[in-house]
């Protein structure tokens, strides 16, 4: 919707504009593209989190004795839980306090930073919720081991929660409006039009992946140590029946950690659908045009009303929008990652048989099956980014088909509500359809490589995790930097309309699917994999100890002739179709089927 309301901006005719059908469709897709998805996303992570923290608890928490084991699988339970509420009550409490501190500074100020608030909140929530931690776990946890675990425990949930707010700083250098590879895009865009502003956007994404890697690895190796200091009662492992669980459950306490700072990584993420949609309902609503408006608005409210500051300010917020709906996406992606790790480790805790060293020796690139599988992941990672391009780049197409040809921009003030609602449907199709192909096939292969074999399955699961993590956080901050490059060509050098402003269209829509379609869809892939993957690969084990291999491998090879069907459909039963020489569409398009 966002891709094919965008290119028509090139027709003659503003962003935004009321007499164009397909900015309804923009500002649906806003809602779903930025906000609900992200939501969904981060409230799946919480469970797939949960889960996984839980399942190493009770599988691998095994001290000597049975009344040990209960007492230090119900200690680690409830501070889990109590961990969790109190990072709720963090995020309430700094917001209102931010809410009072914003307001001080702010509500009669005549210029503002936008995005200062957001990023005091982001910070201001890590710190309250690592205070807050640390102290919830004396009270709870004193007593476990010699009396130094809580604050370790405590300390290896806090790199996650710092890393919830030290990504989002790194995210801005690469997307921010003041960030100097943003900078770059709009320079290269200068002589170099829409080609370089690309290769700029891709640039700034692979250096984003790079520099994001080494922080999420950094705090991840800080968890890893912590987790195996000390001798003893004092050691992590010493809560386990194999010391290889203790650095495992540690990165599961990342993951929780980063979903401390969960509740503020929505809410800013949904304060740039908020900006973006504000512009669009302040051009649909053509208050300018209205006569009298601003005796009216004097009388009621009491102010003089400037409409090119207003405009000027929404502009600016919007932009501040962006940036952070940008930060909240490798957030995301980052925590479905680590819990990732610990829910994988809960499936080789199941194969190994409680992790045998036997068993475990077939967790090696040295035994073939699980090398391959290893290949395998990065293989449907791009094949998914494929995939959700192409549903995005064939929905764009009919859309704009649908927008000129039934557009008019004389005689007329606004598009007809008939007219978006086709637009807002015709969107709705092609995202079911693209949706359906893909939730096929990732449903499918999964099945089929849970059966085929189990080690094999194992390192395709750990490769669509950092096949996943960098091709999402590359994706993201690309579209990210295009975004903002274009909001810079707007509100910075106020040069709408000229062959720099569509250069940066350009880059805008190239990245739409980038930021809102792939990157973010790429965290519900790998967290469905992976926990309909520890079923899956259960199911198949259960199926091969009653002496039903062969049946187990038929059903491997059924299942994945099957995701290639829709591995194929995803591309050719999606595709743009060339019209006939009469100019009739040569196959029936969204628009009929939906009719």
Known sequence: ??????????????????????????????????SVGPSADGFETYGVTGVALITVILLAALPESAADTQQTQVSLLVWIFMMRIMMVIASGVSYLINEGMAKAKYAVADVMNFEHPLTVLVWLTSIVSVVMTYGVSYLLIKDLGDGTLWWKLSTIITCGTLAGAIIPELVKVFTSTESRHVDEVVTASREGGASLNVLSGLTAGNFSAYWLGITIVGLMGVAYLISIMGEGQGNVASLFVNPLAAPVFAFGLVAFGF???????IAVDSYGPVTDNAQSVYELSMIETLPGIKEELKKDFNFDVDFEKAKHFLEENDGAGNTFKATAKPVLIGTAVVGATTMIFSIVVLLTEG????????????????????????????????????????????AVEF??????????????????????????????????????????????????????FIGYLISIAIFGLYQAIFMANAGGAWDNAKKVVEVKLKQKGTPLHAAS??????????????????????????????????????????????????????????SMFFVYRSFYGMRIHSETPGGAPKYPDAVKAAA
């Not at 028509?8 to 930025?34: Q, Y």
């Not at 979903?259 to 990584?265: A, E, I, S």
């Not at 990732?442 to 849970?450: C, G, H, N, W």
């Not at 967290?527 to 259960?538: H, I």
């Open 1 to 34: 919707s966002l891709v094919g309301s965008e290119m028509c901006i090139r027709d003659s005719i503003k962003e935004d504009d009321a007499r164009n059908p397909g900015v309804i469709a923009d500002c649906t897709g806003d809602n779903a593209g930025d």
């Open 403 to 456: 927008i000129k040809a039934n557009i008019k921009l004389d005689g007329v003030a606004k598009a007809s509500l008939a007219d978006s609602k086709k637009v807002v449907e015709i969107c709705t199709v092609y995202a079911q359809k693209g949706m359906f192909n893909i939730f096929m096939t990732v449903f499918f292969s999964t099945l089929a490589f849970a059966c085929l074999e189990s080690y094999f």
């Open 259 to 265: 979903l401390g700072m969960g509740p503020v990584t």
């Open 505 to 562: 269209v350009v880059g805008d829509t190239v990245g739409d699917p980038f930021k809102d379609t792939s990157s973010v869809a790429m965290n519900p892939v790998i967290k469905f994999t992976t926990l309909f993957g520890l079923l899956a690969v259960e199911m198949a084990v259960q199926l091969k100890k009653s002496g039903h291999s062969d049946l187990t491998h038929l059903l491997a090879v059924a299942f994945f002739v099957t």
């Open 355 to 398: 992790l045998q060293p036997a068993l475990l020796a077939k967790m090696s690139i040295l035994h073939p099956p699980f090398l391959l599988g290893l290949i395998t992941g990065g293989a449907v990672i791009y094949w998914f980014t494929g995939a959700s391009t192409q549903a995005v780049s064939t929905g764009a197409y009919r």
